[in-house]
């Protein structure tokens, strides 16, 4: 059995860092706090995922960010690492390296690396405000996320004036969130006029979700903010309706109307949007039997169904997936370089993709070890893995790769409590988990069709508009 490899992660030094930080991640037990997946092959630890924050590559400062997300709020929960992560990132923000701009992971557009820091620390305390039976932790993890609020609040505090329209509405929102802090109530008063004049009349959905929702929790009248965004969202809609009715009068000004329209930073899958989505997948026993991977047709030559050759089990990569972190020794955010050293091949095959006025790669396919990188502004956002050849990743211990499709589709739809929106399918009847991040698509073997996973992001969940044309005419 071929084992899983582990990237090539040069470690990040934390000299790097602001003296006040360096000094609170050297008096913090790190060994003691794990995150989502301390301890897996290739992750990084808390102190290296902070040390790269402000690492002079700005590949590794979006990879550190991207990190930050996926192993420290991971699907809406915090976890040991999580509240003295926090606190030490608030150490970071009075950095000048903070006013470098990227494209993040997270949100659309391009902003500061400040503006950044400070969307994940409301990120933190949005889910600080949940409770336990929400999914956001152990009492323990919440009770540390809580303690934090307060000392979060004072070094945040002083950005929510600040001259960058994008680093004051992220201050905004994190400190209306940190707010929630009964011993930060008598503040509330100080920042609601910002909250309504700032926050509320944002092009970022999600702040203005913070606004009302924070205002009304404080007492304050929201019917015309509540209306506005009720009339906002139908012009939209009649916009776009008419954007798309070639036939349709109006349909010019319709298009000028969207493109003048600001850019929605808002990401996807914004937390606090629906109480009811909160809570992560649960495992049920299933009574579905575990999928068993395909074998070549008797009379074929060995490792062959007919022409197909067939990767034997002893063959493939033992790979396992974490939901919304990676696969393997990938892991979501990586350029085409760190992939190439983290399986010890490049592509074999590679393919761009306007953007704008600039090309962008759009996949790789990497045939020795048998999967398709697919990237998004040069990050990888989402992994195919060849039914026939590829690596056999597992989920539970249960095989994702190279099996029935019903089999595997019966076995994952049993494997969770089912929430509206958690299942969908794509329009080639390609069942797609959210929960998971995962989609299980068709792959033939002469008369045979195997399962031929992909792992994604939350932004690739829309299988139509983000695969391009060859994964869909991939057989």
């Given amino acids: ?51 790269a924050v402000l690492a002079a590559d700005p590949d590794r400062r979006v990879r550190a960010v991207g990190d930050l997300y996926r ?42 690396l400040r503006a950044e820091l400070l969307n994940w620390l409301a990120s933190f305390a949005d889910i600080a405000r949940l409770d336990v039976e929400d999914g956001v932790g152990t009492a323990q993890d919440l009770a540390a996320a809580r303690t934090a609020r307060p000392i979060l609040h ?20 994190a400190t209306a969130l940190l707010l929630a802090d009964p011993a930060l109530a008598p503040s509330i008063p100080r920042y609601a006029p910002a909250v309504r004049e700032v926050l509320a009349v944002s092009a970022d959905s999600y702040y203005r979700w ?28 009649r916009a776009r309706d008419l954007a ?39 495992p049920v026993p299933s009574h579905e039997p575990v999928p068993e991977p395909s074998v070549a047709t008797p009379g074929s030559g060995t490792g062959h169904r007919g022409p197909w ?13 974490t939901p919304y972190v990676g696969v393997g020794p990938l892991h979501f955010g990586m350029t085409v370089e760190e992939i190439t050293r983290a399986l010890g091949e490049g592509p074999a095959l590679s393919s761009r993709s306007p953007r704008g006025e600039e090309q962008q790669l759009s996949h790789a396919d990497f045939t020795g070890i048998g999967i398709r990188a697919l990237f998004q502004d040069g990050r990888l956002g989402c992994v195919a893995v060849d039914a026939l050849t590829g690596p056999q990743v597992r989920l539970d211990a249960a095989p994702l790769t190279g099996c029935t499709p019903s089999h595997v589709e019966d076995w994952l739809v049993h494997r969770t409590t089912p929430r509206p929106g958690s299942l969908t399918y794509s329009p080639a009847a390609d069942p797609v988990f959210a929960d998971l991040g995962l989609a299980i698509r068709s792959q033939r073997a002469g008369d045979a069709v195997l399962t031929r996973p992909l792992f994604l992001l939350h932004g690739w969940l829309d299988l139509w508009h983000s695969l391009p044309g060859e994964e869909w005419n991939h057989s």
């Fill in 210 to 237: 913070i606004a009302r929702e924070r205002l009304a929790a404080w007492g304050e009248d929201v019917t015309g903010l509540v209306t506005a965004e009720k009339e906002r969202r139908a012009a939209l809609d």
């Fill in 309 to 321: 050759r067939i990767a034997r089990e002893e063959e493939r990569a033992e790979w396992t997936f």
């Fill in 71 to 112: 192993l420290l709020l991971n699907q809406e929960r915090v976890f040991p690492a999580t509240a003295p992560a926090a606190s030490v990132l608030t150490r970071l923000l009075d950095d000048p390296r903070t006013l470098t701009e990227a494209r993040w992971e997270s949100r659309a557009g391009r902003r500061s």
């Fill in 244 to 282: 798309d009715d070639p036939f349709g009068e109006g349909q010019e000004q319709a298009i000028r109307r969207l493109k003048e329209q600001p850019e929605d930073t808002a990401a996807p899958e914004r937390l606090g949007r629906r109480r009811e989505h909160r809570t992560a997948p649960t």
């Fill in 1 to 51: 059995m071929i084992n899983e490899m582990s990237p090539d992660l040069p470690g990040a030094p934390a000299d790097s860092l602001p003296s006040a930080a360096r000094a609170e991640l050297a008096d913090t037990a790190w060994e003691e706090l794990p995150h989502f997946c301390t301890g897996r092959h290739g992750v990084p630890d808390t102190p290296e995922i902070l040390g």
């Fill in 154 to 173: 004072d070094r945040i505090a002083g950005f929510c004036d600040d001259d960058d329209p994008q680093v004051r509405e992220a201050a905004l929102a």
